[in-house]
């Protein structure tokens, strides 16, 4: 079973009982070092004038993140601040009027506490104002402390209030005043000056009961005394602040690092995706260039079922692989009987069907028999000559080559 502990918290210094009872002051990483190792269940008290604690009436919701909605809406024009900027608990159970005891605090000094716990290693069970952990008064009585300059007023079991000295005739003469009081201070004097204030509607003071305690370590040790008691007062652990549960303890690092992992997967799938799309595209687009050039180099065949063994049919047509056919050895006759002469020049080619379509230009008509004549010494090629139109420039002559003996 998990021992209870108590843990005072003044924004700055820690207060704590040691094994002797002993109060000790330190910071709250001594705190934790003082309890390493032992499995604890720790309340921590924090000063009382941080935390106002108060009535909603709210509907009968069972859920309490809904009943803690309902009480942000509830409270939202009785209170200063602006209800994002604040913290809301409920403190307990709704009275017969239906009013909900409900605690607020501000946010940024709820995660100041917080993140001072967390930065101590210290898990702390549940949050309480300071005021709660003196003893639950009974009807018409009330539970008070008062140290130097400040008083702890418990007016109710989930009721209570704290604030300066000089701020409490105001503070409690607003109160309907209790038939008696018990008072823990460090001498009688003071006391009797906590209830010789004037007192709504003309009351009598309530009467004293006094408990003298020897300085001000003796009054902080006395509410940090009973920790089993602090477990039915206002936690201010709920929400958004609720403590984690052991699983969560002691995964959380080791949901960060599989969140990390987890976040460095995505990345790298998405990463591979964005590669293989873009390898997509460039192959697309190589495969769209391969047809373009394929078009280009074989105008005349029309359906491709496979590029590759095409593309190596239609070069071997234009080497002549196997005889004298093809592309090549038609250009070199073109080249060798025209290169002979200044008088013909080539000026386009185009190859289809085994033939190679000629479109020359002659310095004169001669030049047409100057290209007869230069094919008819060649056996292998034969030519004919479709046109041949005489101009001022010339004569333009359209001419095919092929395979076999001239014409």
């Known amino acids: 079973m998990a021992q209870r502990l108590a843990v005072y918290f003044d924004g700055t210094q820690a207060a704590w009982l040691d094994d002797e009872r002993q109060l000790t002051r330190g910071s709250l990483a001594e705190f934790a070092a003082a309890i390493e190792g ?5 309340s921590v008290l924090i000063p009382g004038e941080d935390v106002l604690l108060t009535r909603a009436p709210l509907p009968p919701i069972r859920t309490a993140s809904r009943r803690l909605q309902a009480a942000r809406y509830a409270l939202e024009d009785r209170l200063a601040g602006r209800v994002e900027q604040l913290h809301f608990a409920l403190a307990g159970s709704a009275d017969r009027a ?41 009807a018409d009585h009330w539970q008070l402390a008062a140290s130097g300059d400040r008083v702890l007023a418990r007016t109710e079991a989930t009721a209570g209030f704290a604030c300066d000295t000089d701020l409490w005739p105001i503070v409690a003469g607003a109160l309907d005043a209790p ?20 007192w709504a509607g003309d009351a009598e003071s309530p009467a004293l009961h006094l408990v003298v305690c020897a300085d001000a370590d003796a009054l902080v040790a006395m509410l940090l005394a009973e920790p089993e008691a602090l477990r039915g007062g ?16 002691q995964w959380r690092p ?30 697309d687009a190589l495969h769209a260039q391969t047809l373009a050039a394929f078009h280009d180099a074989f105008p005349g065949v029309q359906n491709i079922n496979d590029l590759r063994v095409q593309a190596e049919q239609g070069i071997r047509q234009l080497r002549g692989k196997g005889g004298a056919g093809g592309l090549f050895p038609l250009v070199q006759a073109v080249a060798a009987v025209t290169g002979q002469t200044d008088d013909l020049q080539v000026q386009s080619m185009q190859y289809r069907n085994g033939k190679l379509n000629l ?5 004169n008509v001669k030049s047409v028999e100057t290209l007869r004549a230069g094919f ?22 359209r001419a095919t080559v092929s395979p076999g003996a001239s014409q």
């Open 38 to 42: 032992e499995d604890a269940e720790i």
């Open 98 to 138: 239906g009013g909900t005891p409900v605690a607020v605090i501000d946010l940024d000094r709820m995660t100041t506490v917080c993140d001072a716990l967390d930065a101590a290693g210290i898990e702390a069970t549940r949050i309480l104002p300071d005021y709660m952990a003196l003893p639950a008064p009974g």
């Open 234 to 249: 206002a936690n201010l652990r709920q929400g958004a602040f609720a403590p984690r549960s052991q699983f969560q303890s």
């Open 254 to 283: 080791l949901m960060l690092t599989g969140a990390l992992a987890a976040a460095w997967l995505v990345i790298a799938i998405v990463a591979r995706g964005i590669e293989t799309w873009q390898l997509d595209q460039r192959v």
């Open 376 to 397: 008819a010494q060649r056996d292998d090629i034969q030519l004919s000559v479709q046109g041949a139109d005489a101009s001022a420039s010339g004569v333009q002559i």
């Open 179 to 198: 038939m008696a009081a018990t008072v823990y201070a460090i001498d009688a004097a003071e006391a009797q000056r906590l209830l010789a204030i004037d």
């Open 359 to 363: 479109s020359l230009n002659g310095k």
